[in-house]
């Protein structure tokens, strides 16, 4: 039993880190309508960016998480003006394509710049809180807990944004239909502008919190990619309320299924539930809801 519980917190760690990675790719989709495939290596580069503070100037991994989200912003919105800017009216496939090139563009660049070796935050063991259960023990290592409360506080503040900001209501009515959306005079570049820095900012911190749970490496976000494709899929993409479900669903669906498969085959529990949920329920299990 106390195994299985630790399976089931494991789960809820790695859906914090993909619910913020599917809100971000859903509300992207939502809005800009396309399949952003440098969603990941976003995660990638905030990780960096928040391993030079924490290495070079010292700072303490909480005071990072937001200046370092704070620069992965300002590169997406560079490459926002450079590229999706200039390819919005084409069509999604040509944005999505390009996507492509940004992504391999960020992570030649992480290797570049940071290296190819594996890096870590901290060295050193994190000694676990241990928490006695039947006939074994529950460890919760204390950046779990950052982790899990830090998407917690910000889904919560996501939700206030959307529900009771005027911009944040703007946000959905695009997402529901971009064109009625123009004609009652929402400024849609400024809505755009939200778009990017709410789900750049919420993959940075997600790329963050995935190397405090591990270690940093180039391919971080890429191998986070799919997982968070099969969350935004499961909860209807486009839908960030869906996107949280799916991120913890798929979360605890990989972590559980180590009980009978190999850790190492964990990957493949996503890529079949988005498998399924395609040819089952192709618009997610949100679909018909409200954003």
Sequence with gaps: M????????FGLVLG???????????????????????????????????????????????VSIPIAAL??????????????RRLRRTRPVILLIASVGVALILRSAVQIIWGPNVQVYAQGI???YVIPFGDGAVRIKPDHLIIMGGALCLVTSLHFFLQHTRVGKAMRAMSDNPDLAQITGIDTEKVVLWTW????????????????????????????????FAAAILGGIGRPYGAIAGGMTIGLAQELSTMVIPPEYKPAV????MVLVLIVRPRGIFAGSST
């Design 2 to 9: 106390a195994e299985l519980l630790q399976l089931v917190f």
């Design 16 to 62: 914090s880190i993909l619910t913020l990675g599917a809100i971000g790719l859903s509300l992207t989709y939502g809005i800009l309508k396309f399949a952003h495939f440098a969603h990941g290596d976003f995660m990638t580069l905030g990780a960096y960016f928040a391993l030079s503070l924490v290495a070079t100037a010292q700072l303490p991994i909480l």
């Design 71 to 84: 620069a992965t912003l300002v590169v997406a919105l560079i490459a926002d003006r450079l590229i999706y």
């Design 126 to 128: 994190q000694l676990p």
């Design 197 to 228: 820095g709410i789900g750049i900012a919420l993959a940075a911190v997600g790329g963050i919190f995935a190397g405090m749970d591990s270690q940093l490496h180039p391919n971080l976000g890429w191998q986070l990619l799919l997982p968070i």
């Design 270 to 273: 996503s890529f079949g539930i």
